[in-house]
């Protein structure tokens, strides 16, 4: 099986080259930096079969690659691979299209038999993700519950959350995003619309919660 990795930090994606290709049968054909670096990679002749997919990352994150992998190349498979254990993070990969997700904290075994099970079954989650999962369900149900509104979050509204929680003026992370600043402030008013918030402070303190930013 060829098996590609997708993570912005090199130490951590050369060891797990290492590791992978110590199991039978396996070989790392892709390693990227972000979602961008992979697609630039991607041939017809050269796909591998499964993304081994990190959450956050610079310039296009785990959702955004997955959510392109799933309408460009539907065969393959994505498997996350993440410190996010947030039920809103492991909903919004899973619509994203992944059909697995893995800790960064397993097992090598644990991580074999996703490989395994994601090629002969379709899918794979271990025992914590899967209780998260059904936890969540009622949530997701509705549609104003906070995983469910997290997990129809736009990539532009996930990407100005980020923005919110640095020390960036308004004016600034419109110039960043490539946005007039009205379009921004268009977008964070139906972001506390749909959050149910009424500051930015507000706004980085849901980010923070959920692990849209790991580090403030």
Sequence with gaps: MNIAIVDDHVLFRRSLKVLIELFSGYKVTHDASHGQDLIRQLTPANLPDIVLMDINMPVMDGYATTHWLRNNHPAIKVLALSTMDAEAAIIKMIKSGACGYVLKDAEPAELR???????????????????????????LADANGSVGTFANLTERELELLKYICTELTYKEIADKMFLSARTVEGYRDNLCEKLNLKSRVGLAMYAIKNQIVTSY
Excluded: D, I, P, Q
């Design 113 to 139: 038999m996703a490989f395994e099970e994601v090629m002969s079954r379709g899918y794979f989650y271990n025992e914590l993700v899967t209780r998260k999962v059904m936890r969540s369900v009622g949530l």
